[in-house]
């Protein structure tokens, strides 16, 4: 079967360094897709992970080990505009995102 | 990036009417359109996925009959939610991807917030 999990929510401070993790099962796998969401608004695409180890963008880096089915999304110097829930979603052998249930950041000064 | 727009953004309306909500890709042409549904402090529950000028293919459980989906151009999808009740009330937000197989990214219009009375 298919199932992707993340934390339901998370604290952190202004200016700290947070990871949410995200681990996931699936038979077929084509990249794990991170996504940002501010209540009330759609998604919008963070970044994007199909083979092993780590992208970094800026103040967000996305790391994956498929062989564990694990990925984190890293953010650092965080600001306040980071609060927001953050998506792990897996494209599965028929292209297909299979979404987890979105991590709650707070973010406190 | 692309370019996802929704209409309305957000509608009441009563219980038993319908309602359409459109979906368009302004500046690239989108193969396959997705259809979400995201309850309050839960995920993104896909709804639907629509090629252009083809059927759509329904999630398990999604009722077609209730939600028609119609994607008849390729820069243009309605998703329709007939004799709307209050349970439909929800955050619908539809999805865009220029390619028909491998990685193709998918951006997302800003949703569309129904709330049935």
């Known amino acids: 079967g298919q199932n992707i999990d993340q934390p339901t929510e998370m604290t952190a401070t202004e200016g700290a360094i947070v990871q949410i993790n995200c681990t996931y099962q699936?038979?077929?796998?084509?990249?794990l897709f991170w996504y940002q969401q501010h209540a009330g608004e759609a998604p919008t695409f963070l970044s994007y992970n199909v083979l092993d180890g780590l992208e970094e963008k800026g103040r967000f880096s996305s790391f994956l080990s498929r062989s564990k089915g694990y990925s984190y999304l890293l953010l650092k110097e965080l600001q306040m505009k980071d609060s927001a829930s953050y998506l792990c979603?897996?494209?599965?052998?028929?292209?297909?995102?299979?979404w987890g249930a979105g991590t709650k950041l707070i973010i406190k000064p | 990036g692309a370019v996802v727009s929704q209409h309305p953004s957000w509608v009441i309306c009563k219980s038993g009417t319908s309602v359409k909500i459109e979906c368009r890709s302004l500046d690239f042409q989108a193969t396959t359109m997705f259809w979400y549904r995201q309850f309050p402090k839960q995920s993104l529950m896909l709804m639907a996925t629509s090629n252009e000028g083809s059927k759509a293919t329904y999630e398990q459980g999604v009722e077609k009959d209730k939600f028609l989906i119609n994607h008849a151009s390729l820069t243009l999808s309605t998703l329709t939610v007939t004799s709307a009740h209050p349970e439909d009330s929800s955050f619908y937000i539809c999805?865009?991807?220029?390619?028909?197989?491998?990685?193709?990214?998918?951006?997302f219009g800003p949703g569309t917030r129904l709330t049935v009375l």
């Open positions: 979603a897996f494209m599965d052998s028929n292209y297909q995102l299979i």
């Open positions: 999805s865009a991807r220029a390619g028909t197989g491998g990685w193709e990214e998918q951006f």
């Open positions: 699936t038979s077929g796998f084509n990249g």
